[in-house]
């Protein structure tokens, strides 16, 4: 019997925290994969689809850092983590 899986689409992410073993394993307990280090910035390159981008969000939000204070068009009391997609 041959069983179709639907196959889920993964994006590329910038996941910046207050240290890179922070975000490494923020990222990894939320089920995406770590794809590179970023360390000037405390940062992993990471491949999440949107339900690991959910439970990124919803388990790390005090560990990741949201954007930086007065960043251009963002409010500084952004509780967000600081995921960023890239393309």
Same mark, same amino acid.
Not at 38 to 67: C, F, K, M, T
């Given at each position: 019997?041959?069983?179709? +899986?639907? &196959? +889920? /689409?993964? &994006?590329?992410? =910038?996941?910046?925290?207050?240290? =890179?073993?922070?975000?490494?394993?923020? +990222?990894?307990?939320?089920?995406?994969?770590?794809? %590179?280090?970023?360390?000037? =910035?405390?940062?992993?390159?990471?491949?999440?689809?949107?339900? /690991?981008?959910?439970?990124?969000?919803?388990? #790390?939000? &005090?560990?990741?850092?949201? !954007?930086? !204070? %007065?960043?251009?068009?963002?409010?500084?009391?952004? !509780?967000? !983590?600081?995921?960023? #997609?890239?393309?």
């Amino acid at each position: 019997k041959v069983v179709k +899986v639907a &196959q +889920v /689409e993964r &994006q590329d992410y =910038i996941v910046q925290a207050k240290s =890179i073993d922070l975000a490494r394993r923020a +990222v990894e307990k939320a089920g995406g994969r770590v794809t %590179g280090e970023l360390d000037i =910035i405390r940062a992993v390159g990471a491949s999440l689809d949107e339900r /690991e981008l959910a439970a990124l969000y919803e388990q #790390h939000e &005090q560990e990741l850092l949201g !954007p930086a !204070p %007065g960043a251009a068009g963002e409010a500084q009391d952004d !509780p967000r !983590p600081a995921a960023m #997609h890239c393309r």
